[in-house]
C-alpha cells in the first residue's frame, strides 16, 4: 500500500508487486483547512485500508512510517483479530506519524541502538537494510557497466528522486574547477532535467575541447534505478542530501560522503549526517554554503587521498549487512505468533 502516484507505486510495479493507494495526507505545519482536509483523507483511507484487511487477511503489517502509514497502522489495530504490526525506523529521530503508529504497534525495527530508547519494550536493533546487489558490487565492473574511466577518481552528485536544485547550481558552478582532476556522475532529478544536464555538458565539452581531451568525463541522468547500485559501488566520494539511506548505502560500500542536509526536514537529515560526520565518514556543508564550499571541499579530498581513503574505511565499519534477514526474521516471528 502506498501514496497514488508516489515513488513507492512505480517501484511496487516494476517488481510485480500488487500496489494499492491509500488515501492520505500531511497534518504537520498544515494551515488548518489544509489539515481539515487531509484528516478527512486519513479516515478514507483507514476505510480502504480496513477493507483490504478484511479480504486479504494479512499475518502481519509492515510499515516504514510517512503518513500514508497511518491508515494501515490505525486498521491493523483495529481489526478482529488484531494483524502484528512492525514499524521500521530508517532516521535517527522518530517523526510525528511514527510516535503515532507505535503506540499501536507490536515491534518498532531501527537501524541504531541510540534510537532504541525512543520505544521502550519495543525496539529491534535491525541495521538499515539494503538491496543485496549492493553488498556484492565491486568497482571495477560497476564503472565498466555505466562506461567510466577504471582509473580516474569519480565524483557522484544526486539530491533524491525528484532532485535538489542548490546542489545542481552549486555543482554546475564547481565543474570548471572539478573535471581537471576527476569524473562526474550527475544524477539532477526530474524537475531540473534536462536543463541542468545539457548546461554541464556544454560546460564539459568545453573544458574537454580546451585540454584537448575527447573525454568530457561529465555524466547527467535524470533518475537512476537498476543502475543506482553500479553509481554507488562505482564512485569514490558523493555529495547527497542526508535522506535516511544514506545511512545504509554509503556504508554498504564503503563510500564517504559530503552532505548537505535538506534545511526544510525538520532535524532528520541533520542527524542523519551529523551521525556520519561523528564517526569520519562524512563532511556536512550546510545547504546555503554549497555555491562557495563544494568546490573546494572536493578538491580537498581528492587532493588528499589517506584522508579521504580513511573516510572509506569509516563508512565500511557502519555496514550491517545482515539488516534485511533481522527484519525479515522478526516479521516472520509476529506472522507465526497470529497462527
Known amino acids: 500500500m502506498g501514496e497514488a ?36 483523507r486519513m479516515g478514507r483511507g483507514a476505510q480502504q485500508c480496513a477493507a483490504l484487511i478484511q479480504e486479504f487477511k494479512p499475518d502481519v503489517a509492515f510499515i516504514t512510517g510517512g503518513y500514508v502509514a497511518a491508515p494501515l497502522a490505525w486498521a491493523a489495530a483495529r481489526a478482529r483479530p488484531r494483524v502484528p504490526l512492525l514499524i521500521y525506523l530508517p532516521d535517527l529521530t522518530p517523526g510525528q506519524a511514527i510516535r503515532w503508529t507505535s503506540r499501536l504497534a507490536t515491534a518498532v525495527a531501527v537501524s541504531f541502538p541510540e534510537v532504541a530508547p525512543y520505544f521502550p519494550g519495543k525496539a529491534v536493533v535491525t541495521g538499515y537494510p539494503v538491496r543485496a546487489d549492493l553488498l556484492m558490487a565491486r568497482k571495477d565492473t560497476a564503472r565498466a557497466a555505466l562506461n567510466l574511466d577504471a582509473d580516474l577518481p569519480l565524483l557522484l552528485v544526486f539530491g533524491g528522486s525528484r532532485g535538489a536544485h542548490s546542489i545542481n547550481q552549486a555543482l554546475l558552478a564547481a565543474l570548471p574547477q572539478l573535471l581537471p582532476i576527476c569524473q562526474v556522475v550527475h544524477i539532477s532529478g526530474q524537475l531540473d532535467w534536462p536543463a541542468i544536464g545539457d548546461a554541464g555538458m556544454q560546460i564539459a565539452a568545453e573544458l574537454a575541447a580546451t585540454a584537448g581531451r575527447s573525454d568530457v ?25 542526508a535522506g535516511a539511506s544514506v545511512l545504509g548505502e554509503f556504508p554498504a560500500v564503503g563510500l564517504p560522503s559530503i552532505l548537505a542536509p535538506y534545511p526544510y526536514a525538520g532535524q532528520h537529515q541533520d542527524a542523519n549526517a551529523a551521525y556520519l560526520a561523528d564517526r569520519g565518514a562524512a563532511l556536512v556543508v550546510p545547504d546555503g554554503e554549497l555555491a562557495n564550499r563544494l568546490a573546494p571541499t572536493v578538491l580537498g579530498l581528492f587532493t588528499e587521498p589517506e584522508r579521504l581513503a580513511a573516510m572509506a574505511a569509516a563508512s565500511r565499519v557502519l555496514a550491517r549487512p545482515k539488516a534485511a534477514a533481522a527484519i525479515a526474521q522478526k516479521l516472520r516471528q509476529l506472522a507465526g505468533a497470529t497462527r
Not at 20 to 31: D, N
Not at 226 to 241: C, G, H, P, S, T
Request: proline share 7%.
Open 5 to 40: 502516484g508516489g515513488l513507492e507505486e512505480e517501484l511496487a510495479r516494476q517488481a510485480g508487486i500488487p500496489f494499492h493507494a491509500v488515501a492520505s495526507g500531511q497534518i504537520r505545519g498544515r494551515a488548518p483547512w489544509v489539515m481539515a482536509r487531509n484528516l478527512a
Open 217 to 241: 568525463r561529465y555524466h547527467p541522468y535524470p533518475y537512476l534505478h537498476d543502475e543506482m547500485v553500479q553509481a554507488l559501488a562505482a564512485a569514490d566520494l558523493v555529495i547527497a542530501r
